[in-house]
């Protein structure tokens, strides 16, 4: 049954989001707490914040993915799925030919995924692969959810990829110090939203990354 928690508290999360999709989104939260007494995908502490902790906060990023030039989202370090599931989930039914794909180097996890995906029919890869091992890799969206730090994502970015639209990322308290920091060494434009589930946190999107050349 759908906790019904979400749907009065999460109008602004879950815009115009159908009933079936809610229910999918319930039974992944469940399939990650039944899947967690095996192995570490979330910390326990939050497992009884999961909608919240997890969930929502994944949610959230769908205003920046939901565009007319995104088809194709890559997931670095997907762990549980978190957020690369919750977009899949939330895309299916918005745009079918939606993909995400997933690099998670843990076999564990990686089954994991590959359960997640065919049980809720995404269209989607798993590579069960170390993403700093991979070249030439082609994606509109690079997304990352408490994977590395944003200085190492950006290398990512530049060594592993050789076409990527946009990056979005979930930065903390120091988000701000770290954008600051991250333009001595690179250009790059961005657009933030606060996050909807931490005061401290923002999330952004970055556009026309660029490596600064040494002077």
């Known amino acids: 049954m759908i906790d019904s928690n979400i749907i009065k508290t999460n109008k602004i999360l879950y815009k115009n989001v159908s009933r079936e999709t809610y229910l999918e989104l319930e039974n992944y939260s469940k399939a990650i707490i039944s899947k967690n007494k095996q192995i570490n995908l979330i910390s326990k502490s939050t497992e009884k914040l999961i909608k919240q902790r997890h969930i929502e906060d994944s949610s959230q990023t769908i205003d920046f993915i939901d565009k007319n030039d995104i ?20 895309m299916k039914s918005k745009k079918p030919l939606f ?3 997933f690099y998670e180097k843990s076999y564990h996890k990686s089954n994991f995924l590959k359960e997640m995906t065919k049980k809720f029919n995404l269209n989607s890869e798993i590579h069960q ?71 401290d946190s923002m999330i952004i999107k970055i556009s026309n990354l660029r490596k600064k050349k040494k002077k």
């Open 71 to 90: 088809t194709t989202c890559t997931d670095l370090g997907s762990g549980a799925g978190l957020p690369g599931i919750v977009l899949g989930i939330l």
């Open 99 to 101: 993909k995400v794909i």
């Open 129 to 199: 692969k170390n993403i700093f091992d991979e070249k030439n890799l082609t994606t509109d969206v690079i997304i990352s959810r408490a994977f590395k730090p944003l200085p190492i994502i950006f290398k990512i970015a530049e060594t592993n990829f050789k076409n990527f639209k946009y990056i979005i990322l979930f930065l903390g308290k120091s988000g701000k110090i770290h954008l600051d920091d991250a333009r001595k060494f690179w250009n790059f434009d961005y657009e933030k939203k606060k996050s909807l589930t931490n005061k």
